[in-house]
């Protein structure tokens, strides 16, 4: 199986900081990588999919780029409902997702 | 509006068996890809497995700590997507969300079921 990892596995910032998750796969996954935000007691919620491809009624400060085995989410300004787990997911084969990043206030 | 509602989870001992329903509204069920997820408590989400819409031929793949143990299967006349789960083991406590495929990624969530596997 495709192993999938996320640094950092957690990060404390402040309202309005620009924060970086990275994600990287064991093997070559062109595209397709998606990203989720799961908050406690929630359904996780799909952000990016196919690397960089904003899902309809995300606001645009959320940002997904790369291909092959290195991938980025990128929160522009960060804003108070965006404390929560972040999780990268591999759909190229039997799928997997990396171990999340939890997103802490600082 | 689409909606996933799964139901089904409860305490069961280990060794024993479950089945989930996860039933479909909102959009067209016959042709979805469905997968199921799960989330240990104090862990990450885990895919569990998928079945592809029965026009793409209706197959499965499993991630490997349920393979062999867990069976997905569908009734699109019923809008119903199903996890059988047998030889239940403790490690298999978590809550099970069903999701909807898009674009090759877990467009639509339900909210979840909790299985507790426990003697």
């Known amino acids: 199986d495709i192993q999938m990892t996320q640094s950092p596995s957690s990060l404390s910032a402040s309202v309005g900081d620009r924060v970086t998750i990275t994600c990287r796969a064991s093997?070559?996954?062109?595209?397709?990588l998606n990203w989720y935000q799961h908050k406690p007691g929630k359904a996780p919620k799909l952000l990016i999919y196919?690397?960089?491809s904003l899902q309809s009624g995300v606001p645009s400060r959320f940002n997904g780029s790369g291909s092959g085995t290195d991938f980025t989410l990128t929160i522009s300004s960060l804003q108070p409902e965006d404390f929560a787990t972040y999780y990268c997911?591999?759909?190229?084969?039997?799928?997997?997702f990396g171990q999340g990043t939890k997103v802490e206030i600082k | 509006e689409v909606q996933l509602v799964e139901s089904g989870g409860g305490l069961v001992k280990p060794g024993g068996s479950l089945r989930l329903s996860c039933a479909a509204s909102?959009?067209?069920?016959?042709?979805?890809?469905m997968s199921w997820v799960r989330q240990a408590p104090g862990k990450g989400l885990e895919w569990v497995g998928h079945?592809?819409?029965?026009?793409?031929?209706?197959?499965?793949d499993y991630a490997a700590p349920v393979k062999g143990r867990f069976t997905i299967s569908r009734d699109d006349s019923k809008n119903t997507l199903y996890l059988q789960m047998n030889s239940l083991k403790t490690e298999d406590t978590a809550v099970y969300y069903c999701?909807?495929?898009?674009?090759?990624?877990?467009?639509?969530w339900g909210q979840g079921t909790m299985v507790t596997v426990s003697s």
């Open positions: 999701s909807w495929e898009y674009h090759s990624a877990l467009n639509i």
């Open positions: 909102g959009f067209i069920f016959t042709t979805a890809w």
């Open positions: 079945i592809k819409s029965s026009t793409a031929g209706g197959t499965t």
């Open positions: 093997q070559s996954i062109n595209s397709y």
């Open positions: 196919t690397a960089s």
């Open positions: 997911q591999q759909s190229y084969s039997t799928w997997t």
